[in-house]
């Protein structure tokens, strides 16, 4: 996977201290280094004779087409003094991407009265252009360099244009239609790519069957992997070898037919046709491909495939996902609730050393293939990517996990701040009863991601809008 690549562009103005305006150029990359995050920085060294912007109209173009030649999905323009904010702006309009905007928090006056940077005062000034040629940006409080609200709101800024990346460039593999009596499982295909971009790339299930009995039929290296995951990972004693087999023959031909498509998610059409046709459950096929960070959602749900790749996203590909049916109220708890599948949940995520892979407990044929067991607690964040007669939101709750009665099927029991306002979000949409956990906060980046995706509204229910911006803006 492609690492984020960061564009950074420290400016300057002419009539301020170009010393102590180089001298933050240096700090602030050093800073940003040290913070350790798995990303590309693209800077300006060798552009001019000081690797910063600052007034000069040729130079902006000079800049943005390096920013452009070396495809960056963000830009940083850290302000090291007061900054010249039409060449800010210049150079933001024609990257079109992610831009963060902070200055380093100015010293007091020189002893004669002068003043070195005044870089409060040009935020305020490139803010204002930035608004001008209608950019939207991501704003960090004028700040010192060690205050926690810059790491904080650099690293936030980081996965939400982390989440826009993935966003924009999302294909999904849909492996068979929806179940037919799942009406909730609707989607508008014509309107998520016009919209947004968002390609589908439809195979049918004779086409998966026929590539699973392929790979079953021919083996490799990649079926013996599976076969050994399996076996390492999970009590099988339930299924036989052949079910085994079976299951990691259909992970394998999933993941190459959504890496030979180019896609980075995948929903399937999980019953009952597959049972008819290869007679295995697809869980722990979808779980370990989840595992793999080619998250899979069930009963070909395309919006909980494209909350899988922004909560996934978010967290900056380092966490699995896991996708649940928000299924019952805890028998005890008044804000407990479960969150359940019938088997897909990521192995890594299990509380047991070696959970069982079991046939499912509720269809008729009872095929083997499903994944079962808790999976462990601790705090959470639950999102879903949803629409309704063309206008799209995304709810953003946290949760964390509490003890509650066992049940059947992967899943964990949660707690949240006040579930009868959830349920009630939940009901009157434009939401259903899919949703996407992950154990992380990234309830502020995704919240930050939607300013740069036209027609999709954040939609926090905890913490609340404006818990969010205090946050940001380091007030708690």
Known sequence: MK???LGYAPTRRFTFSAEDAFKYKVQIRNKMDSFGMDIDIVDLEGLNEEGLLYDDRIGAEQIA?????EKVDAVFFPHCNFGTEDTVARVAKAIGKPVLLWGPRDEAPLENGMRLRDTQCGLFA????LRRFGMPFTYVTNSRLDDPVFERGFKNFVAAANVVRHFRSLRILQIGPRPTSFWTMMCNEGELLERFGI????????DITNAAK????SGGPELTEAIA????????????EDDVKRVAALKVAMKKLAVDSGSTAIAIQCWSALQDAIGIMPCLANAILTDEQIPVTCETDIHGAITSVMVQAAAMNEAPTFFADITVRHPENDNGELLFHCGNFPVSLSVENKPKMRKHFLFDDHSPGTHEGEIRGGSMTLARFDGDNGEYQLFLGKAKGIAGPYTRGSYVWVEVNDWPLWEEKLVKGPYVHHSVGIHANVIPALYEACQYIPGLTPDPVDPTEEQIRAWLRGSV
Do not use: F, N, W
């Not at 390609?199 to 004779?206: A, G, M, Q, R, S």
């Not at 392929?214 to 039929?217: A, G, P, W, Y």
């Open 3 to 5: 690492k984020l690549k």
């Open 65 to 69: 087409e390096h920013l452009q030649r």
């Open 126 to 129: 490139t803010g204002k252009v």
């Open 199 to 206: 390609e589908l790339h439809p195979i049918t299930l004779v």
């Open 214 to 217: 392929k790979v079953e039929k």
């Open 229 to 240: 995951y399996i076996r390492d990972k999970l009590d099988i004693a339930e299924v036989t």
